[in-house]
């Protein structure tokens, strides 16, 4: 049953430290992406890359957000240093092309304490 | 801008009723539109889409939608609701942009209660 990893499921981290989320996307898929929800943002977009070449990372914020994918079965989001203002819950999605639907992960929470 | 609306933050509806969630959307072209279900402390799970084709289209759980062009609507529909159903409910569109990518853009969600 092919799904989307991502790890840990749930982080409690002290502001300033580094936070490493980790996305296994579906095997074959090219398409990944990185999501934040929240209570009051909803669904925001941070990332996307596709063949692991970042094409858009406009929603991330770029003094403390990466994301990289080292090879095409592992992708990372960092945050340095983390903020109380990032607990949120960070979901990783995979897929294919255009018409196809994007498969998503059970989601990293993270609290910054 | 190309996006997508949920109308109604809440949904309650009685067990057995019909259920209706609506969205609409604003896009370039011709709109590639999904709908996602969330339960408490899970992922967004695939419930169907449209792309081309029929503009009624069947997806699981006995969920449909119908895609109207002339309202730019695909409002998700279901016979019969069960307490089951209650859940988080997000419409998404995928969007093309210059140099050959597209995003996938969700709504605020709907939260739909169904009562017994």
């Known amino acids: 049953d092919a799904r989307v990893t991502q790890t840990p499921r749930h982080k409690v981290t002290e502001m300033g430290q580094e936070v490493t989320m980790r996305c296994q996307p579906i095997?074959?898929?090219?398409?990944v992406f990185w999501y934040r929800q929240t209570m009051m943002q909803g669904l925001e977009l941070l990332a996307y890359?596709?063949?692991?070449?970042?094409?858009?990372d406009s929603g991330m914020p770029k003094d403390r957000f990466s994301a990289e994918m080292p090879d095409a079965t592992l992708a990372t989001l960092k945050i340095q240093p983390s903020e109380p203002r990032d607990s949120a819950v960070y979901f990783c999605?995979?897929?294919?092309?255009?018409?196809?639907?994007?498969?998503f992960g059970q989601g990293t929470r993270l609290t910054v304490v | 801008a190309q996006s997508v609306a949920q109308p109604e933050d809440q949904v309650n509806v009685a067990e057995g009723n019909p259920l209706t969630v609506k969205c609409t959307y604003s896009?370039?072209?011709?709109?590639?539109l999904f709908w996602y279900v969330q339960y408490p402390n899970r992922g967004l799970q695939f419930l169907l889409k449209?792309?081309?084709?029929?503009?009624l289209v069947k997806g699981s759980y006995g969920f449909e939608a119908e895609f109207n062009k002339s309202q730019t609507s695909f409002h998700l529909k279901k016979p019969s609701a069960l307490v089951s159903d209650s859940a988080l409910y997000f419409c998404?569109?995928?969007?093309?942009?210059?140099?050959?990518?597209?995003?996938?853009?969700f709504g605020a969600g709907t939260r739909l209660a169904v009562h017994p």
């Open positions: 095997l074959g898929h090219n398409t």
């Open positions: 999605a995979s897929g294919l092309r255009r018409d196809t639907e994007a498969f």
């Open positions: 449209y792309i081309t084709g029929d503009n």
């Open positions: 890359f596709r063949n692991r070449a970042p094409l858009d």
């Open positions: 998404a569109v995928r969007v093309s942009f210059s140099g050959g990518y597209n995003k996938l853009i």
């Open positions: 896009v370039s072209g011709n709109p590639y």
